[in-house]
């Protein structure tokens, strides 16, 4: 695929759409304008790539529409060289953005078929997160602590494990909710036993599965 200048310029309209929608974050819209998202869909989609939209990335899975990327990743509070733990790749996208902005990355996906399809993807563009295959119920404590845990599946509550593997000071971003709504929670570990909740809006994510897939 190429990144032609009608694909540039599409992209500098949806950055200034997201700008009127209230991202104000400077770092985080020179990543959207810098990234091709038409390199995450499939090629018969790349028209639609720079519309607000989530849509369809096989395996029955979306990629996030891109205010909920550039929602998620203001929440998150980036700074530079930051230990992130993001949960659901998907098509690696929101990935992309958090390499973009200086984070180290460690990924998880459940779906064989996404988790393969990500790798190759990522790769291609050199951003070079670290892949996991698994369940992010059980994020990865190995490598914990993690700075920020951003999840990108709607969770049903806030998995114990994960507030576990969160640094003292800090963030995770999570929707919750158990139906088809989620809230969007902000969750920053004050101590090894306090934590301090906020929530900011509805939406609409597919569900955090438990196990692998595929
Ligand atoms: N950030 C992604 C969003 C993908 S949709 C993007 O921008 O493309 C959510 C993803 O979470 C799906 O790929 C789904 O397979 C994955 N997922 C759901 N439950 C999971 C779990 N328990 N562990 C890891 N990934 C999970």
Redesign the pocket.
């Known amino acids: 695929m190429t990144d032609s200048f009608l694909h540039k310029g599409l992209r500098k309209k949806l950055v200034d759409g997201l700008r009127a929608k209230g991202i104000d974050n400077e770092a985080i819209l020179a990543a959207i304008e810098k990234i091709p998202r038409h390199f995450?869909v499939e090629s018969s989609f790349a028209r639609h790539a720079y519309e607000d939209k989530?849509f369809s990335?096989g395996?029955?899975?979306?990629?996030?529409q891109p205010f909920?990327?550039a929602f998620q990743t203001q929440l998150l509070d980036l700074k530079k060289f930051d230990k992130v733990l993001?949960?659901?790749?998907?098509?690696?996208?929101?990935?992309a953005v958090l390499i973009e902005l200086g984070a180290t990355v460690y990924t998880?996906?459940?779906?064989r078929e996404?988790f393969a399809k990500?790798q190759e993807t990522l790769t291609q563009m050199n951003y070079l997160p670290y892949f996991f295959l698994?369940?992010?119920?059980?994020g990865k404590p190995v490598f914990a602590p993690f700075d920020k845990i951003?999840?990108?599946?709607g969770?049903k509550t806030v998995p114990p494990k994960l507030l576990k593997q969160l640094a003292v000071g800090g963030k995770m971003v999570i929707p919750v909710g158990d139906s088809e709504i989620q809230e969007m929670l902000v969750v920053d570990k004050l101590s090894d036993e306090k934590y301090k909740t906020a929530k900011f809006g509805r939406f609409s994510?597919?569900?955090?599965?438990?196990?692998?897939?595929g």
């Open positions: 995450f989530p990335i395996a029955g899975q979306t990629i996030s909920t990327v993001e949960i659901g790749t998907g098509s690696g996208y929101q990935t998880i996906e459940r779906q996404l990500c698994g369940d992010g119920y059980e951003l999840v990108t599946a969770a994510f597919v569900p955090m599965l438990q196990g692998i897939e």
